[in-house]
């Protein structure tokens, strides 16, 4: 789990959990994990739905930062995102057909 450019701190939140709670599983912490980030994303979008003071631009801008952060987070042993990668050339070589 660790990074060597990150002086040993990967940001692994399972990590985290199990040094948090001593004796929790790898797949407990996984588990609440996601069910912390799953949490997160329902109140994301709960305040998207629900009337604010800030533009819809803003709003969507937002939103649409929140779910790239999983795509950033998905790098490989070689420290290259693959999906960011297969996205981005989808969007450049691909012909779409209208």
């Known amino acids: 789990m660790q990074d060597e450019s990150q002086d040993g701190h990967d940001g692994s939140y399972i990590e985290y959990y199990m040094r948090e709670h001593q004796g929790s599983s790898v797949n407990e912490a996984r588990e609440k994990v996601v069910n912390k980030i799953s949490d997160a994303w329902k109140r994301l979008n709960k305040e998207c739905l629900s009337p604010n003071p800030f533009p819809e631009t803003f709003t ?8 790239l952060v999983p795509l950033l987070y998905s790098y490989d042993d070689n420290h290259s995102l693959p999906s960011l990668e297969a996205h981005m050339k989808s969007m450049f070589y691909e012909i779409v057909s209208v």
């Open 60 to 67: 969507k801008a937002s939103l649409n930062l929140a779910r």
